[in-house]
């Protein structure tokens, strides 16, 4: 059964902590994984990483993959209040109706005090 | 104007009732899903469909249907609804062509069963 992992599930820390959510994945046929951060509504997409030791980055954020290891970690440096939000970790899988199909972790809820 | 809409946003019935949840997009995707959100359990996937005539079940497919009526429109039921349907409720979109994988969610339909 493929399955996404993600911990800790809930994290509180305060502004200009650096905090690194991980992400480990058992699935057939990786395709890609990718990080979604979801406030109070629909979650918006922030990174897809498909190669391992590659770093995306985006302002504070910043995300790496280990595909011998099978996990992902998103890392956000200085925090501000603006960062609190559920961060969701989603694998893809390649080949016939699979490809396209996320399988999403439990998520990991940050929460940022001033 | 939002490019994934659900309707409604918010709904309270009873158990027992046939509820009907819709979702449209202008985005042109030919891939639409249905997902449901619990505390603690992340996303879910319900139904899945890559075109119009095609309808997939996902991991929690039972108690729901659905219906592809265009490439805009795809409705999830509920044809008797029951307390542990209680969830937030999202539809999304994708197209394969993306090379990003990822997909544009709707704001959610909160739905409570009582």
């Known amino acids: 059964e493929d399955k996404v992992v993600q911990s800790p599930l809930s994290l509180v820390v305060h502004e200009g902590d650096t905090v690194t959510l991980n992400c480990s994945y058992e699935?057939?046929?990786?395709?890609?994984l990718l990080w979604y951060k979801q406030e109070k509504k629909a979650p918006t997409f922030l990174f897809m990483l498909t190669s391992s030791g590659i770093e995306k980055k985006s302002g504070r954020l910043s995300s790496i993959l280990d595909k011998k290891e099978l996990f992902s970690i998103l890392n956000i440096t200085a925090t501000q209040t603006g960062d609190s939000a559920v961060y969701l970790c989603?694998?893809?899988?390649?080949?016939?109706?699979?490809?396209?199909?996320?399988?999403f972790g439990q998520g990991t809820i940050l929460t940022v005090h001033p | 104007d939002a490019d994934v809409t659900q309707t409604p946003r918010n709904r309270i019935t009873k158990t027992g009732k046939r509820i009907m949840l819709e979702c449209s997009q202008t985005?042109?995707?030919?891939?639409m899903y249905w997902y449901r959100q619990d505390p603690g359990l992340g996303l879910r996937l319900i139904y899945y469909?890559?075109?119009?005539?095609?309808?997939n079940k996902g991991e929690i497919s039972d108690g729901y249907s659905v219906s592809r009526q265009a490439q805009a429109k795809f409705s999830l039921s509920l044809e008797s609804a029951i307390p542990n349907q209680t969830a937030l409720y999202f539809c999304?979109?994708?197209?394969?062509?993306?090379?990003?994988?990822?997909?544009?969610f709707g704001p959610g339909t909160r739905l409570t069963v009582l």
């Open positions: 699935v057939t046929n990786f395709r890609s």
């Open positions: 999304a979109t994708s197209d394969p062509l993306d090379n990003t994988d990822t997909q544009y």
């Open positions: 469909s890559f075109d119009v005539k095609d309808i």
């Open positions: 985005k042109g995707h030919d891939r």
């Open positions: 989603a694998v893809d899988q390649a080949g016939g109706t699979s490809y396209g199909k996320l399988t």
